[in-house]
């Protein structure tokens, strides 16, 4: 290989890595700017607030791959946090949305609150494969009406639109505490987060589900020749979506301690940019779930760090902007030389 080679390698590399470096660059820039950024507590203050994220970002990663898009992801975890927070206050909470209900075991308000959204995201994926409705007009459309759902269940009498606090101790537990490592604690979401991150490895990796997956995000005309309901797997990835958006939901619900009609609201943008960053393909067909989790580790670092340092947070939504629109055009920048 001679030197031109050798300098056009470099070059091709460079391109098809620029979002990488840049968020490297911008991630030294801010331990360089404060240094003290680099500690234990931070770097698990991160994990912790990644963890649901990394959950929502693989249900909304699934839905890519197969070229589609879902953005009704954040009202649906605003949905299934206002659900569960309902029915996991606690027992002597004078404002309790259900007074005459005994605290349930956890796992119940869970699994309700993740049979819900995973209807809606049933729902979201017979509409987009049965009616051929465009995913981004379907969830839209999807977004707009669970808010109003969200909203009336939300605006309960005789306490109206107050946000929906006094959980359990044993909910709180759930969600905030962690197992003791020396002086720290290793969250419990970021346990939840790696189990629901093996098993979604397992579910695009080691089925005939996941097989299915990838082949309609690259040419759904081709798998449909080769014998894949194609409309069935896309409900099927859409169902899987919802469930997690549950499960996030009623985890963020924990984390914060409360829930309003409002949790939730443009988690679906973070989780599509986060995709990207990830090495997710908007165009379909590509994608990972080391990438998508390194993806939202990412966004949760220059997030926390420029916080951090005390920048805007509106600056804080331009810097995020930009990097969403850097991603997405090298992107497609990608695919157009494939083809």
């Not at 991160?46 to 890519?64: K, N, P, T």
């Not at 896309?234 to 829930?259: K, M, N």
């Amino acid at each position: 290989m001679n030197k031109a080679e050798k300098r056009f390698d470099a070059a091709k590399w460079l391109v098809d890595n620029v979002i990488y470096v840049v968020l490297v660059l911008l991630v030294i820039g801010i331990i360089i700017a404060s240094p003290d950024f680099l500690s234990i507590t931070n770097f698990i203050n991160i994990l912790s607030q990644s963890s649901s994220r990394i959950i929502i970002a693989l249900g909304v990663a699934g839905i890519l791959i197969t070229a589609g898009t879902d953005l009704s992801a954040g009202r649906l975890v605003g949905l299934a946090a206002v659900v569960s927070a309902s029915m996991l206050q606690a027992s002597d909470y004078a404002y309790k949305m259900y007074p005459n209900l005994a605290e349930l075991p956890i796992i119940v308000p869970i699994l309700i609150a993740m049979a819900v959204t995973g209807l809606f995201g049933a729902l979201n994926g017979v509409i987009v494969s049965k009616f051929h409705v465009p995913p981004f007009i379907a969830t839209l459309g999807m977004m707009i009406g669970v808010y109003g759902v969200t909203s009336i269940y939300f605006d309960r009498p005789p306490y109206g639109a107050q946000p929906i606090g006094g959980l359990s101790q044993s909910f709180t537990t759930f969600a905030q505490r962690g197992i003791p490592i020396g002086q720290y604690e290793l969250p419990y979401l970021v346990i939840y987060a790696a189990i629901v991150s093996i098993i979604i490895w397992v579910i695009w990796n080691k089925t005939q589900l996941g097989k299915n997956m990838y082949a309609i995000g690259g040419n759904p005309e081709a798998a449909k020749v080769s014998g894949v309901n194609v409309a069935r797997n896309i409900i099927l990835i859409y169902l899987i979506a919802g469930l997690l958006y549950g499960f996030s939901g009623t985890l963020e619900a924990g984390r914060v301690g409360s829930a309003t009609n409002n949790t939730g609201n443009m988690y679906e943008l973070d989780a599509i940019a986060a995709c990207v960053v990830g090495g997710v393909s908007l165009s379909g067909g590509i994608g990972t779930v080391p990438g998508v989790i390194t993806g939202v580790l990412i966004f949760q670092i220059i997030n926390y760090g420029l916080a951090f340092l005390g920048v805007s947070p509106y600056i804080q939504f331009i810097v995020k902007g930009a990097i969403i629109i850097v991603a997405v055009a090298f992107d497609m920048r990608k695919h157009a030389k494939k083809k």
